[in-house]
């Protein structure tokens, strides 16, 4: 990020906040309606790197749409043993290009997708919604997957899609997200909103995004009912990870015990963990050996 850019970011969010915290005194659900739709929109687009679109010329492109919006997917390998990566919040789906190409060396069929407003997808926003159901529509079609294997907020859309059917062999969290009021709370304090407006943001998904699901606030996050998911979890994350902290990952091996197995990087932090060798071995190797051992009960 330029300097003149985050310049720019400091000075909207300041006329924003203001704007935020005065109509909150006038319309408070009107606050709480807009304050919600800037929560859906990234700040930052990310880039392709050097090497990521020689991975993505690799992959067989497919294209869905979710709320008028193109959201483009990738499959590489013969489409047996999928597994699904799952990218965080202002990311896409090449940047677990190290992933895709340990994944095949072991024979699986790596499937991933840019969110909407992420990578080479359409839209201006997106919700943990939309990544539900992305992932759902992408397990219908792929069927049970062997792994998701998902990075900072893809690692909380995964445990919701889970919780709502979709079927995996197992999990790999990466620098995950573990609560959905932990991104709210940030959000508020990033912009130093009223508690009342929090209030009517959630007011709002539950009347108008998510009306009728029960216990919504609850089943957003990723350690409510471990034992509806059922599956094993390892979960990588850097002790000083500047995006999540590490207690993120630490209330998911609280929440699913013996099911779940932490390992702490160092010097890592939130986005090089992704490509390091040690941590793809791990995850990889994580996938391929809970085959092994599960192979003879099938």
Known sequence: MSPMTALVQTVSRTALRTALN????LAPRLAGRAAFAVSLRPVGHSRLRPGESELLAQARTGQLTVNGKSVVTHQWGDGSRPVLLVHGWESRASRLG???????????????????AHGASSGRDTSIIEYREIIG?????????????AHSFGVLATFFALRDGVEARR???????????????GFR????????????????????MLPGE?????????????????????????????????DQSRALVRAYGEGARLVVTRGLG??????????????VDFVHQERLHAAPSE
């Open 98 to 116: 190290a992933f895709v190409t340990a994944l095949r060396e072991q024979g699986y069929s790596p499937v991933a997708f840019d969110a909407p």
């Open 137 to 149: 529509r992408l397990h219908a079609e792929h069927g049970r997957f062997e792994a998701i294997v």
């Open 214 to 246: 029960p216990d919504i606030w609850r089943r957003l996050n990723a350690t409510y009912r471990p034992e509806e998911i059922g599956v094993p979890v390892l979960l990588v994350h850097d002790e000083h990870d500047d995006r999540v902290p590490l």
């Open 189 to 208: 304090t990033m912009l130093g909103l009223r508690e009342r407006i929090v209030r009517d943001m959630r007011g709002h998904l539950e009347r108008v």
């Open 270 to 283: 939130h986005r090089r963990i992704l490509g390091d060798p040690e941590v793809v071995a791990a995850a």
């Open 22 to 25: 005065t109509t909150s005194f």
């Open 171 to 185: 999990v790999v969290g990466i620098g995950g997200v573990a609560e959905f009021d932990w991104i709210i709370g």
